[in-house]
């Protein structure tokens, strides 16, 4: 019998599941921030920050935390670090946003002058569309479709994450 074995190396963690004794793991309890490495970072706020509309939750000289609650996205100059080098595609990086109104969102970003990747396309989960940073990041507008129509977010909300 293995678990008769094992038995004495198991223990109750703090949220109740079995551990093995001495095994050391490393505990995430949720995504603080994600970081982009950006090749001016004036360019990367006006874009973050006045177009799209994340608040500014703390400054530094060289690096900016957006948003409100959850997740943070922090800009930081890539010249500081290592060279900017590669596309979104290239890197397989896209950021996603919910929104209240996909429509709405992108007339409105066209409007201003930022670059359109990929227009609107409805699938069964909701409607999004793409565009790019001034980094030519991807970036996701996701409109969700519910079951219970309580649940919909009417009209043009902003870009902030939910």
Excluded: C
């Excluded at 004495?8 to 309890?29: A, M, P, T």
């Excluded at 090749?39 to 006006?46: A, F, M, N, T, V």
Aim: net charge positive; proline share 3%; hydrophobic share 40%.
């Amino acid at each position: 019998m293995v678990w008769r074995g094992l038995k004495q190396w198991l223990k109750f963690n703090d949220n109740g599941f079995k551990e093995l004794l001495g095994r050391r793991s490393v505990n995430i309890k949720k995504v603080g921030n994600v970081i982009l490495a950006v090749k001016d970072i004036d360019k990367s706020i006006q874009f973050y920050h006045e177009l799209i509309g994340l608040p500014i939750k703390k400054q530094r000289r060289s690096w900016v935390d957006l948003g409100s609650s959850g997740a943070l996205l922090s800009l930081h100059p890539a010249s500081l670090t290592a060279q900017h080098i590669g596309s979104s595609i290239e890197n397989g990086i896209t950021i996603g946003f919910l929104v209240g109104d996909v429509k709405s969102a992108v007339e409105e970003l066209r409007a201003k002058g930022v670059k359109i990747h990929r227009d609107i396309v409805e699938k069964d989960a909701g409607k999004n569309a793409v565009i790019l940073d001034p980094d030519d990041y991807l970036i996701s507008l996701f409109e969700p479709i519910f079951d219970d129509s309580a649940q919909q977010t009417g009209g043009y909300q902003g870009f902030t994450p939910a």
